[in-house]
């Protein structure tokens, strides 16, 4: 198992970014068995897009990282 575990690893290095989030969502999809927390993760999704979509203040990533750097300090 580990070697074929080494060879889709590497693989999967070889993608673009976009197509590692995209194989990395799928992998997690498979693997979760409730479908109540993906309904809600699904809704909370919706609602961001939503907020963003009408003018919503948008932070940076530099920006939340050190929010959250604050918050856990």
């Not at 889709?8 to 999809?29: K, M, N, P, T, Y």
């Not at 939503?50 to 918050?71: F, H, I, K, M």
């Amino acid at each position: 198992m580990a070697s074929s575990f080494a060879k889709i690893e590497a693989e999967a290095l070889q993608l673009s970014s976009e197509e590692r989030v995209l194989l990395a969502d799928h992998l997690l999809a498979s693997v979760s068995s409730d479908p109540d927390i993906d309904a809600a993760w699904a809704e909370e999704v919706e609602r961001r897009l939503a907020e963003v979509e009408v003018g919503a203040p948008l932070v940076s990533l530099d920006d939340a990282v050190t929010r959250a750097r604050r918050a856990i300090s």
